[in-house]
């Protein structure tokens, strides 16, 4: 079984500070990981990925997750909010090696809302 | 570059009524996929297409029907809407499966 747990469900930041999204995942099977952006009234738009290569993952926009297997975390930072950066973000989980299974975990999402 | 379309973007249904989500890419991706997405719930897989002629239920399947019409196109129908199904519903669509790239802007869909 695998499930996705994403601490915040909103965050609040300054333009121009540091972004953190957090999320824990818990897997059977050695996971892939991803961050999916929405903006509003949008279809999601991946973000990034870890797919078991380097553990630092750098994606589109300035953003960065960090693969932790020992604390099962992937958490997404950037160093610094932009007003366009305001969107739902999902991290989701998929289990590698469970071929069977067809179904992204997604978690229930992070509202990034970014001050002028 | 269109991406993703789908067709509705809105739609009012009563209960009983039946009706198909369209959905098109111009991408020549082989994988497609539709997803409900309900408040505080993430999304969830319907159905998934893993190339032309080819489907596989997902998580929520009941209720739900879907043809890969062709490499372009993957429909998915209700052919007896229920309260329960009132959702956004993304189309989405990847070169291969199983994790989707690219998502379609929703089909806002109310049964009453």
């Known amino acids: 079984a695998q499930s996705v747990t994403q601490l915040d469900s909103h965050v609040s930041v300054s333009e121009g500070t540091p972004v953190l999204l957090r999320c824990n995942y818990s897997?059977?099977?050695?996971?892939?990981l991803f961050w999916y952006v929405q903006h509003p009234n949008k279809g999601l738009q991946l973000l990034l990925k870890?797919?078991?290569?380097?553990?630092l993952v750098k994606g589109i926009n300035g953003f960065e997750a960090e693969f932790k297997k020992s604390e099962t975390s992937f958490h997404l930072t950037k160093p610094s909010a932009h007003m366009s950066d305001a969107a739902e973000y999902f991290c989701?989980?998929?289990?590698?090696?469970?071929?069977?299974?067809?179904?992204?975990?997604f978690g229930s999402g992070t509202r990034l809302q970014v001050q002028p | 570059n269109a991406g993703v379309t789908q067709t509705p973007k809105f739609q009012v249904l009563k209960t009983g009524q039946s009706m198909t989500l369209q959905c098109a890419q111009d991408?020549?991706?082989?994988?497609m996929y539709w997803y409900r997405q309900d408040p505080g719930m993430g999304l969830r897989l319907i159905y998934y297409?893993?190339?032309?002629?080819?489907?596989d239920k997902g998580e929520v399947p009941n209720g739900y029907n879907v043809s890969r019409l062709n490499k372009r196109e993957f429909s998915l129908r209700l052919e007896s809407a229920a309260p329960s199904q009132t959702s956004v519903y993304f189309c989405?669509?990847?070169?291969?499966?199983?994790?989707?790239?690219?998502f379609g802007d929703g089909t806002r869909l109310s049964i009453l």
């Open positions: 989405a669509s990847s070169e291969e499966g199983p994790t989707p790239q690219h």
């Open positions: 897997s059977s099977y050695s996971p892939s």
């Open positions: 991408m020549n991706h082989n994988s």
């Open positions: 870890y797919t078991s290569a380097a553990t």
């Open positions: 989701v989980v998929r289990p590698v090696g469970d071929t069977g299974r067809r179904a992204l975990t």
């Open positions: 297409s893993a190339s032309e002629g080819t489907t």
